[in-house]
């Protein structure tokens, strides 16, 4: 491998903070199979390194430069000190964190079929179970690349792999739950389009509201997965994908919002134009330095932002069971299992529950992703809304 140089990039950061879910890490080199090549990347000081190797059945992927590609995927002609020192001066709390060890945060420009897929994974998911979906899409379906150090390397498989009938049974062999008939029918849909995938790609040549609404025919795509694929792979630069977290910075470091009990769809308006109007036209891009700077994995563990009430209570664990009624039920909470224990972490002032199961969450250490609530707020309301679902 022959290393080239690229810069201004926090090249783990961006990474690890739940844009993009098939970059495997070697030490200090990160690693990916992407349009017929393998791409490694690696930091050392303030120079972003990078080397290629191409796929031996597909040679037309030589044609396409990986500078060229690397460039694209990460937006590198995107100036990110103006960026920042531009939010900085508008936004105070926005200087004092851009201050500390979050420079060089990007939106990645991903493939949007890529990006749509791997985000209709991530509905009720975290970042550790997403990755393993989204390897397990290009390592039984995907086309064959190439591999390096014992490691074999796929690409993303089109809509066209992953449109047949056959594929949900599949993917729920895998463990995809409900979300392999959700795959299933997107790639069905997109495969049968008669301009296939370049009908997303074409989403990034028309206004933010015609593309949300577009992504939103889709199976399995609400609004906000549909934000998050308009702001990572559809050139959407002001659209901020407003989870539980993002709602938590909004209220905790701004204030804002406090008047909303739950994210409701107004609430969910209301966020977003809160940070549009804050930020500017890159609003996407300035919601990411934060959301990535409260990231627990990111900080040792534990939220940056969060601290605990000396006066806090040593936890206290109870179990509940969840009856089933139904085969449908079984499916719609597939990635629930019928035995949750819920850990109930009692301060001064609030009660925070933690649904606890080794497949879904890492415990405290959950990654919340981009618009996706976080899963210590959101599994026990969800398994309280399911219909004919008794907690």
Same mark, same amino acid.
């Given at each position: 491998?022959?290393?080239?140089?690229? /810069?201004? +990039? *926090?090249?783990?950061?961006?990474?690890?903070?739940?844009?993009? $879910?098939?970059?495997?890490?070697?030490?200090?080199?990160?690693?990916?199979?992407?349009?017929?090549?393998?791409? $490694?990347?690696?930091?050392?000081?303030?120079?972003?390194?990078?080397?290629?190797?191409?796929?031996?059945?597909?040679?037309?992927? &030589?044609?396409?430069?990986?500078?060229?590609?690397?460039?694209?995927?990460?937006?590198?002609?995107?100036?990110?000190?103006?960026? !920042?020192?531009?939010?900085?001066?508008?936004?105070?709390? $926005?200087?004092?964190?851009?201050?500390?060890?979050?420079?060089?945060?990007?939106?990645?420009?991903?493939?949007?079929?890529?990006?749509?897929?791997?985000?209709?994974?991530?509905?009720?998911?975290?970042?550790?179970?997403?990755?393993?979906?989204?390897?397990?899409?290009? +390592?039984?379906?995907?086309? !064959?690349?190439?591999?390096?150090?014992?490691?074999?390397?796929?690409?993303?498989? =089109?809509?066209?792999?992953? *449109?047949?009938?056959?594929?949900?049974?599949?993917?729920?062999?895998?463990? $995809?739950?409900?979300?392999?008939?959700?795959?299933?029918?997107? /790639?069905?849909?997109? *495969?049968?389009?008669?301009?296939?995938?370049? *009908?997303?790609?074409?989403?990034?040549?028309?206004?933010?509201?015609? &593309?949300?609404?577009?992504?939103?025919?889709?199976?399995?795509?609400?609004?906000?997965? /549909?934000?998050?694929?308009?702001?990572?792979?559809?050139?959407?630069?002001?659209?901020?994908?407003?989870?539980?977290?993002?709602?938590?910075?909004?209220?905790?470091?701004?204030?804002?919002?406090?008047?909303?009990?739950?994210?409701?769809? =107004?609430?969910?308006?209301?966020?977003?134009?809160?940070?549009?109007?804050?930020?500017?036209?890159?609003?996407?891009?300035?919601?990411?330095?934060?959301?990535?700077?409260?990231?627990?994995?990111?900080?040792?563990?534990?939220?940056?932002?969060?601290?605990?009430?000396?006066?806090?209570?040593?936890? =206290?664990?109870?179990?509940?069971?969840?009856?089933?009624?139904?085969?449908?039920?079984?499916?719609?909470?597939?990635?629930?299992?019928?035995?949750?224990?819920?850990?109930?972490?009692?301060?001064?002032?609030?009660?925070?529950?933690?649904?606890?199961?080794?497949? #879904?969450?890492?415990?405290?250490?959950?990654?919340?992703?981009?618009?996706?609530?976080?899963?210590?707020?959101?599994?026990?309301?969800?398994?309280?809304?399911?219909?004919? #679902?008794? #907690?």
């Amino acid at each position: 491998m022959e290393w080239k140089t690229l /810069a201004e +990039l *926090s090249l783990a950061t961006v990474l690890r903070c739940g844009q993009s $879910f098939r970059w495997k890490q070697n030490g200090d080199v990160w690693s990916i199979g992407y349009k017929g090549r393998v791409i $490694f990347l690696k930091h050392e000081q303030d120079q972003l390194h990078y080397a290629d190797i191409f796929s031996e059945t597909n040679k037309s992927a &030589a044609k396409l430069s990986t500078h060229d590609i690397i460039n694209d995927y990460f937006s590198l002609d995107t100036k990110l000190s103006d960026l !920042y020192l531009q939010w900085s001066e508008k936004d105070p709390h $926005f200087k004092k964190i851009a201050a500390t060890d979050f420079h060089g945060i990007r939106i990645l420009r991903q493939d949007p079929w890529e990006n749509l897929c791997s985000f209709i994974c991530s509905t009720n998911n975290n970042i550790k179970r997403i990755s393993q979906m989204v390897e397990n899409l290009c +390592l039984h379906f995907g086309d !064959y690349i190439s591999d390096h150090d014992g490691i074999k390397y796929y690409d993303f498989p =089109t809509p066209v792999q992953l *449109s047949d009938p056959s594929v949900e049974a599949k993917l729920r062999q895998l463990g $995809f739950g409900y979300r392999a008939k959700y795959i299933q029918k997107t /790639a069905q849909m997109i *495969s049968e389009h008669p301009e296939g995938v370049a *009908s997303l790609i074409k989403l990034r040549e028309i206004p933010y509201q015609d &593309a949300h609404k577009s992504l939103l025919q889709y199976v399995g795509v609400g609004p906000k997965v /549909a934000d998050c694929v308009c702001l990572m792979s559809l050139d959407k630069h002001d659209c901020v994908p407003v989870d539980t977290h993002v709602w938590q910075i909004a209220q905790r470091d701004y204030k804002f919002g406090r008047n909303y009990k739950t994210l409701t769809k =107004t609430a969910y308006e209301a966020v977003g134009d809160f940070f549009r109007n804050t930020w500017g036209e890159y609003a996407g891009w300035a919601h990411s330095v934060l959301f990535a700077a409260d990231l627990r994995d990111l900080n040792n563990g534990q939220s940056k932002n969060t601290t605990k009430s000396p006066e806090a209570k040593a936890p =206290t664990k109870t179990k509940k069971r969840v009856r089933v009624k139904s085969e449908e039920d079984k499916e719609n909470i597939s990635d629930i299992t019928a035995k949750v224990e819920i850990k109930l972490e009692t301060t001064d002032d609030t009660i925070k529950i933690n649904a606890m199961k080794t497949d #879904v969450t890492e415990s405290k250490k959950h990654i919340p992703v981009l618009g996706e609530e976080l899963v210590h707020e959101s599994v026990s309301e969800r398994l309280k809304k399911r219909r004919r #679902v008794k #907690v």
